[in-house]
């Protein structure tokens, strides 16, 4: 029997500032196969999250709705991100990503 595919987990920006930085629902669609409430889920990867290597990039990270984990990105990790901008100076955002077609 095959496998049921895995659920699209999305990384997005939140549709209200107040909601932090990013926002994933990864939670909400793995909580069935992890066996586990999404809430509950979502607090548990919350919690792993800022114990690893997440803590340098989030100041802190909410648990919201049904089962959202909001990232609240460290002004750290702003200033980095500026500076690896200014570094690049007229190059920035000149790469491409490469198409699904040349990654086949």
């Known amino acids: 029997m095959a496998e049921a595919a895995l659920p699209a987990v999305e990384l997005a920006l939140p549709a209200r500032p107040e909601h932090g930085d990013l926002t994933t629902n990864a939670a909400m669609v793995s909580a069935k196969r992890a066996g586990r409430p999404p809430r509950e889920l979502a607090a548990a990867l919350g919690e792993r999250w800022?114990?690893?290597?997440?803590?340098?990039?989030?100041e802190r990270v909410e648990v919201a709705g049904?089962?959202?984990?909001?990232l609240f990105l460290d002004a750290a990790w702003y200033?980095?991100?500026l500076e690896r901008m200014r570094a690049a100076g007229h190059d920035f955002g000149r790469t491409?990503?490469?198409?699904?077609?040349?990654?086949?």
Do not use: I, V
Not at 50 to 58: D, E, S, V, Y
Not at 66 to 70: A, I, K, T, V
Not at 96 to 104: D, G, H, I, V, Y
């Open 50 to 58: 800022q114990a690893g290597p997440g803590a340098a990039l989030c």
């Open 96 to 104: 491409r990503c490469p198409t699904a077609s040349a990654s086949r």
């Open 79 to 81: 200033r980095g991100a």
């Open 66 to 70: 049904p089962g959202f984990l909001n």
